[in-house]
Structure formats: structure tokens, C-alpha cells
């Protein structure tokens, strides 16, 4: 079976240009994470879906950052502009359940902002 | 200028030793936590988890224990192999479903 699919794996772009990282849950799962990962921070929860619906957006840094669940099998999530301080390896996930099973990740979006 | 990141804890063993990781939550009322494994270039992978109805729990060649007491867990790897080597983390759970990660434990096996 298929893992969680990010796309894509690396992205390099200047700054005040707009990112969109993609993501594919699990097929049936319910659950779906958006981390980002730095060697300043560690792993930050950025944003937290169940069932399509954000529960916890309290780790989206400010306004430059959105994501958006418009079905069960994709997720986005958006910096528009973006800044060097944003790069990172963003990573997402998904689980079954609202926190009963374990999340599974995929393997990144490795970014530059330039 | 210098740089400042997270001070990762390390911990190196040589091939064929146990393994013990270990990890301090913060909440006494998390009932879930999860340990994973990242490798470089890679997402962190489910090892193992336990609930806070359980001490103690085995897998292939690894078991996690839970003092709920002291709000500590442990991760233990038997007869450590080189593919071991990655950094290690714990994940508590959060009130409405979300997990908490700690800092991470950069785990290397001594051929």
C-alpha cells in the first residue's frame, strides 16, 4: 500500500514568491498533520485536520502560512510570501482515529527560500 | 555568524549492546505515546507505542516502558545493530488528538 505522498521533494525558490507543498493521506484515514522541521526547533506541529476540518491551526507561525483540506485525499499547505526564515523540511502525516493510532509520515519537502 | 540549534542528546553503543533511549513527558494526563525512528533524508517511522493502561510493552527487538509516576518512558533496543543508527523520537498525545514531540536522540552503533 501507498504511504503518505508529498510533493514535491525538494523545492528552491527566491523570496516573496509563493510555495504550495501537496500532500496525500493514507487512503482511509481521517486524520492529517502539517509539521515543519529545523535544526533551531525540531518537529513543530504547524496544523492538525480531522475529517477535512482544522482542529489546531496554533502552530502556523502567522498570516504567510495557510492550508487547506478540500477532501479526504489532499492537503496543502500555502506560504505566500515566502521569507528565508521559512526553510525547512516540512513533513506531513496521517493517522486513523483522532489521536487513538499512529501517525505515519511521508518522507518531506525539503525547502529553500533564497 | 554562530549558529544555535537544538542540543541533541547522543548516544553511541557498540554493535551487538543494548540500547536504552530515553524520554520525559510533560503531561500526566496523556494516555497514548508513540515512539519513531528518522533516518537521514527521511519522514520519522512508527516503532512502537503504548497506552497509559500498560507499563510495559514488547516488539521485535524493542520494548518501551512507562513510569507514569515520574512521567518518563523509555525506549529499549536489543542486540543494536548499524541500521539502528537515527535519531530517535517520543510523541505524547494531546488533548484533542494531536501529538507532541520531544527534541530528538541521535543514536549511533559502533561496527
Known amino acids: 500500500d501507498a504511504g503518505v505522498i508529498q510533493s514535491p521533494r525538494h523545492e528552491v525558490t527566491e523570496m516573496g514568491q509563493e510555495v504550495t507543498l501537496r500532500c496525500k493521506p493514507i487512503s482511509g484515514h481521517n486524520s492529517l498533520f502539517w509539521y515543519r522541521q529545523t535544526m533551531m526547533r525540531g518537529l513543530e506541529l504547524l496544523i492538525y485536520?480531522?475529517?477535512?476540518?482544522?482542529?489546531?491551526d496554533s502552530g502556523m507561525p502567522e498570516d504567510r502560512f495557510s492550508a487547506k483540506m478540500p477532501n479526504a485525499s489532499f492537503s496543502t499547505l500555502k506560504i505566500q510570501p515566502s521569507e528565508p526564515r521559512d526553510s525547512a523540511v516540512y513533513f506531513c502525516a496521517s493517522s486513523l482515529g483522532q489521536g487513538q493510532q499512529p501517525q505515519h509520515f511521508g518522507d518531506g519537502t525539503r525547502l529553500s527560500i533564497l | 555568524g554562530e549558529s544555535v540549534g537544538l542540543h541533541l542528546p547522543t548516544l553511541s553503543v557498540q554493535e551487538g549492546d543494548n540500547s536504552i533511549i530515553n524520554c520525559a513527558y510533560s503531561?500526566?494526563?496523556?494516555?497514548?505515546f508513540i515512539w519513531y525512528k528518522q533516518e537521514s533524508g527521511k519522514g520519522p517511522q512508527f516503532i512502537i507505542d503504548i497506552r497509559s493502561n500498560m507499563d510495559k510493552r514488547q516488539g521485535q527487538r524493542v520494548t518501551v516502558l512507562l513510569n507514569k509516576t515520574v512521567k518518563h518512558l523509555s525506549l529499549q533496543i536489543a542486540a543494536t545493530q548499524p541500521g539502528d543508527s537515527a535519531v530517535y523520537f517520543c510523541?505524547?498525545?494531546?488533548?484533542?488528538?494531536?501529538?507532541?514531540f520531544g527534541t530528538g536522540t541521535s543514536l549511533t552503533v559502533i561496527p
Open positions: 503531561n500526566s494526563a496523556s494516555d497514548y
Open positions: 510523541a505524547e498525545k494531546g488533548g484533542t488528538g494531536q501529538f507532541y
Open positions: 485536520f480531522n475529517n477535512n476540518v482544522p482542529i489546531d
